[in-house]
């Protein structure tokens, strides 16, 4: 079967991959479409059908927790009853060649990228596997069984999952290390996003030194991998347009042929 990207700019990111040193990938609900879990802006996305300010906002927690909680366990269920994809693997397989100079940065909450075996990875927007107590602030890996829909704390505190919402601030460290990780990259890979969400998405202008963080080595080269054009496609060197599950075991066998 012909490959549904461009074959010219596959070997072009073949050999922009064969003389990275440091690689940064930041991946987005696309990677997961060929699991099973849905995307998010697709006309049949999760956010079809629900209001954002509903069930991904604070002040919808504050309003309606039970239907906060109905919609992540729901999203629970539903990534408990899948698996990671050869797009998964083959980041996995990435990370085995570059070791320490490989970050994968995520906006995913699925853990479908620790459950392929990749090892750095950042959830920026956190994880369904967690809840947060906003009693005491304790944070607990509950795995993806069923929870209540008024989940509570040892202490009586009342749960909300472990995600980062609309209006929230990213986790400090975590997109410390992020940041880190774009700006000393040699190529950056954009992988399933529309990168349309900040600060997520400026960590592309941020490896491509087209902003204000650091100037002193050049960019990195940005790879995208997508379905199709998106915010990031002005950023990137390389465009890979066709399915992640597809393109990124390709990139991977050429990369070690
Ligand atoms: N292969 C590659 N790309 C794909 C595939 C696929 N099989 N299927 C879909 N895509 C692409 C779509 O073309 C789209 O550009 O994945 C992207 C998904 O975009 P969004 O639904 O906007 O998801 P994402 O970019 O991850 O959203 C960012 O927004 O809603 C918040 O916090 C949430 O982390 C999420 C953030």
New binding site residues.
């Given amino acids: 079967m012909e490959p549904e990207f461009d074959d010219p700019e596959l070997t072009r990111a073949v050999a922009v991959l064969a003389q990275a040193r440091r690689v940064c990938v930041l991946t ?4 997961s ?2 699991s099973g879990v849905p ?4 006309s049949d ?1 999760l ?1 079809e059908g629900h209001r954002i300010e509903d069930v991904a906002t604070p002040s919808g927690f504050r309003k309606d927790p039970g239907l906060v909680w109905k919609f992540y366990n729901a999203r629970r269920a539903n990534v408990k009853a899948v698996s990671p994809n050869p797009g998964h693997h083959a980041l996995r397989a990435m990370e085995d060649r570059w070791g320490g100079g490989f970050t994968l940065v995520t ?2 909450v699925d853990g479908l990228h620790k459950a392929a075996g990749s090892r750095n990875v950042l959830e920026i ?1 956190g994880s369904l596997h967690r809840t947060r107590c906003l009693g005491c602030g304790e944070v607990q890996d509950r795995g993806l069984e069923p929870l209540a829909d008024h989940p509570l704390c040892e202490c009586g505190g009342r749960l909300r999952p472990d995600i980062v919402w609309f209006h929230e601030s990213l986790p400090e460290d975590i997109w410390e290390q992020a940041l880190r990780a774009a700006d000393a990259c040699n190529v950056l890979l954009v ?7 900040h600060p ?1 998405a400026s960590l592309i202008p941020v490896a491509k030194r087209r902003s204000s963080w650091n100037n002193v080595r050049p960019g990195a080269t940005v790879i995208e ?4 054009r ?1 915010e990031a496609s002005e950023y990137a060197d390389v465009g890979l347009y066709g ?3 597809r393109v990124l075991p390709e990139l991977v066998d050429r990369l070690s042929s």
Avoid at 225 to 228: I, Y
Wanted: no cysteine; charged share 5%.
């Fill in positions: 987005g609900a696309g990677v479409a060929e995307t998010f802006r697709a996305g956010w906006q995913n927007h992988v399933g996003t529309s990168a349309v969400v997520a991998v997508n379905l199709t998106t399915p992640s599950g």
